[in-house]
Each structure stands twice: as structure tokens, then as C-alpha cells.
């Protein structure tokens, strides 16, 4: 058995937090799948990597420049190629997982981030126009994104909810999304055929703390906030998807709403490598992981149940940040926005490098 079938037999699974098109044409996404990976997540700075970083789409880009499409156009037709084909790839194991993995998801455009009725429109087309049954639709978690998440589980659309960072986004999401299954059943709806996960952004925390904690006398919890949040929002997960409310929605076909660890690559060299998969291993968890730190995971990561232990030290950890005069909150609402701008700067790049490519073929 594969490390990532291990860590599917407790209940975790490893997605794949890259796409490009030379993943779906030279086999290596089969690979991936026989290997254990068990979904894709894209973003706009993952398809500018992808189309800007190397020449695969080159020849699509002039093609489409010729019969007249503008930048923007030929950027949503390059993404929703890639991820209806891998959706493709994943069907079978959508199927056999009974809806469970397989999930292919895409991101509305960055710019409707603060628009909820621009949002719900951009999913909605996006869902029709990929027309399979595992996508989803990615979602900020900003203020205008949590009613759009609602009303998108209400026309039975699956939602990956992104950009969390703290108790306050993974609530409000959770609530959306429970809101939102209640929602789909009062309109005649089968939760059962619904599905979402919450995406819950780890590592950024820490490059945001770590340079706090030494002025502050924290120094020993440098590298340690990220995983003490993440497992903070694991214990509400767990209190969140049980009750009499839940049940009922259960005992109708509805499944929990996984929590995704995103940003799970790490970013000081001083820590692990594989910092934020080994620590937050555990049952109805995702974790989507970049070709680099899957590499090190496979390696020498370790695979056992980590993310009930340590419960007590991880909440001191985060009572640390309080009697420090740290404000986590303050932080995370930074991080959101930051997200977001991130994406919209990846997204406005990735339109400005097509519109030179399509200049560069015109001559």
C-alpha cells in the first residue's frame, strides 16, 4: 500500500494542488491517480504558472487569437479545457468513492471576489458550461462569497469554499453550507448529490506571526500558530458536523463538509518540508498538496492519525498570541485580503502575458 493510500485508510486524501496540460497529455495525471492522489485543485496563480511557465499553450493561444478571442477569453477556454479533461481522468474514481474524491475544482474570476450576485453568476456558467458531475466551484470566503456559497449548495452546485484563515471564516462557511443543503432540500434537492469542502490556508499564517513572536517573548512558538489554528478548526468541524441538526441533514444523503488544508507547502527552509501534511493528518480531511512538497511527502513523510494529538498544547499556543497582545483576528481578516488581491495580480498577469503571446503570433 502506498503512503497515500495509508492515509486514505484513515480517512484522509491527498489532492493534487496543480494542473497543466502537459499533466493530461503525456499520462503523468494517470500516474498521479494510480498513485493515490485523489483530486486537483486549481487557482488563477496556478494556471499562470502553467501557461505563462511553458509553451503548452502556445499553439491554442493562436488559434484562438486568429478566429478573434480577446485575452480573457482565451484564458477561460485554456482553464475549462484543462479541468473538464482532468475531471475526465477523475470520473471513475468519483464513481467508485460514490461522490466522495474525484473533484476537479476551478476558481471564479478573482475580481467578483466582493460580488455576491457576480459570483453566483460566474459559478452557475461555469458549472453548465463544464457540465460534469465532479467539479467545483471555488468560492472565496469574504463577506459577498458566503451568500453566494449558500445560494450555489441551494441549486445544488458543488462549492469548494476558499481563502479561510481563522474560526470566524471556517463558522461562517459551515454555516453556508448547512444553510445551503436546508436550502437545496426546500427546493426539492437531493443533498446526497451535493458536495463541498472548506479550504483552510495554513502556512501563510505563520510567515505572518513568526516575525511577531520574538519582540512579543513568544519566540518558542514560531512554527507552531499555523498548526495550533488548523487543529483548533478541526475540534469546531467536529462539533459543527454532529448534533440533531447535522443528523437530520445526514439521515437526508448529505455528506460532511471535508475540511481541505490549502498552503500547505512550506515556506521558511528552517521548518519540515512536510511541516503541514504530517501534523494535520486525521478522518474526513483533505489535504492538497503542490508537486514539490508531494514529492517530500512521499519520501519521508510520516503517515499515522496527528490531528486529535496535542489538543491541550496547541490551544496554549494560541492563548500565547492572546496574552501577547497578538491579534489573530486582525491578521486573518489581513491574510483574506491579501488572498484575494494575490489572485486578482495573478489573474491580471496571466491576462496581460496571453495578450503578448497573441501579439507575438500575429507577426
Known sequence: MSKLDSLSAIGQSIWFDYIQKSLLR?????????????????NPSIFEKAITGSNDYDDLIMVMSEAGASAEQIYEALAVEDVSDAADFFLPLYESSRGTDGFVSIEVNPKLAYDTNGTVAEARRLFD???RPNIMIKIPATREGIPAIRELIGSGININATLM????????????YMSGLELLRSRGGDPATTASVASFFVSRLDTAVDPLLPGA?????CGRVSIANAKHVYRIFQEVFS???WNELAHAGARVQRLLW????TKNPGYSDTLYVDELIGRDTINTLPPSTLSFFIDHGTVHETITSGILEEENSLQGLRDAGINLAEITEQLQEEGVQAFIDSYDNLIKAIAEKQESVAY
Not at 262 to 265: F, L, P, Q
Request: glycine share 14%.
Open 129 to 131: 458550461m463544464i457540465s
Open 262 to 265: 490549502a498552503s500547505t507547502g
Open 165 to 176: 484563515f481563522s474560526e470566524k471564516h471556517y463558522r461562517e462557511v459551515a454555516e453556508a
Open 243 to 245: 448534533g440533531d441538526r
Open 217 to 221: 517573548g513568544k519566540e518558542d512558538l
Open 26 to 42: 503525456d499520462g503523468k495525471l494517470e500516474k498521479l491517480i494510480n498513485l493515490g492522489i485523489r483530486g486537483v485543485t486549481s
